[in-house]
C-alpha cells in the first residue's frame, strides 16, 4: 500500500433531473478519524451512509465533505409567505414610529429568510431513492479522487522521511566512528577523570578508584544508544516500504529516535560526538513534524 498524507481536496458532480448534485470534501491532519458533513435542508436523511463511505476509505484525518443541489433545468415559482411578510412589515413600522429608524424597504424585506420560499419539487419515493443514489454515487466519486490527492502528497511526504532517516542513519554511523570512542581516547579521559578525582578527594583505596572509573566508563559508553538507533532506523523504513495508515507508528518511533538523541548527548563525554548528537536531534524534530502528515 501507498503512504497517504491527510491532507488533501476534491470535488465531484452529476447532473440529474434538472439539477446539478456537487460534492467538495478536504482533509486536514487529526489524532482519528473526523467526518463533518454540511448538507442542504431536507438532505439529513444522508448523513449515516456519508460518513460511513467516508470510514470505508480513511483511518485519519478531519474530513469535510460539503454536498451543493442547483436547480438547472425546471425552473420553480417562488411563493411569497404574506402572513410571515405582513408580520414582519408591521414590527418594521413600529420600530419606525417607536425608534425613528429608517423605513423597511420592499428587496429589504423580501431578502429576509422565509419571506420569500422556493417550494420543492416533488418526488416519489422511487425518484427519492433514485436522487440519492447518485448522491451517494458522487459523493464516492469525490472520495476516489481525494484518495488520490492524499496518496500523492504521501509519496512527496515518504521521499522527505526517507532522506530524515538516512540522515539520522549517517549522524549514528558518524557517532559510533568518532575518534573519541577509540580505547585510547577512551583511557585517556578517564586518567585524567580519575586524577582530578584523585586530587578533589584524597585517601581514596585501590576497590574505591576501581569501582569510580568503571561508573566514568559505563556513563560515557554510548553503545546502547548507538545499537536501539540502528535498530530504530531499520524499523522505519521497513515502515516507510510498507506503506498504508503507518503513520502512528511512525510517530512512536520518533519519539525513540529523539530519546536516545537525547541520551547521547547527555552521556557524550566528547565534544565531537555531543555535536553530533545537537544534529541528531535536529534532524529528529524534522522527522517527526512530517510524520505528523501522514495518516
Known sequence: MALQSMTGFARASTERTGSVLAWEVKSVNGKGLEARLRLPPGYERLELPARQAIQKRFSRGNVQAALTISRTGLQVQPVVNEAFLRDIAGLARRLQDQFGVGPATADGLLALKGVLETPDIAETEDQRAATDGAILSTLDTALVELEKARA????????????????????????????????????????????????????????????????????????????????????????????????????????????????????????????????????????????????
Open 152 to 295: 500523492a502528497e504521501g509519496r512527496a511526504l515518504g521521499a522527505v522521511l526517507a532522506g530524515h532517516v538516512d540522515s539520522i542513519a549517517t549522524l549514528t554511523a558518524k557517532a559510533e566512528a568518532d575518534p573519541s570512542r577509540e580505547p585510547a581516547a577512551i583511557r585517556q579521559r578517564l586518567a585524567e577523570q580519575v586524577r582530578l578525582l584523585m586530587s578533589a578527594v584524597g585517601g581514596l583505596d585501590e576497590a574505591r578508584l576501581s569501582a569510580e572509573a568503571a561508573l566514568l566508563a559505563t556513563r560515557a559508553d554510548i553503545r546502547e544508544e548507538i545499537d536501539r538507533l540502528n535498530a530504530h532506523v531499520a524499523s522505519a523504513r521497513s515502515l516507510l516500504g510498507e506503506g498504508g495508515p503507518v503513520g502512528r507508528k511512525l510517530d512512536f518511533l520518533a519519539q525513540e529516535f529523539n530519546r536516545e538523541s537525547n541520551t547521547l548527548c547527555s552521556k557524550s563525554n566528547a565534544a565531537a560526538v555531543s555535536a553530533i548528537g545537537l544534529e541528531l536531534k535536529a534532524v529528529v524534530d524534522q522527522f517527526r513534524e512530517q510524520v505528523q502528515n501522514l495518516e
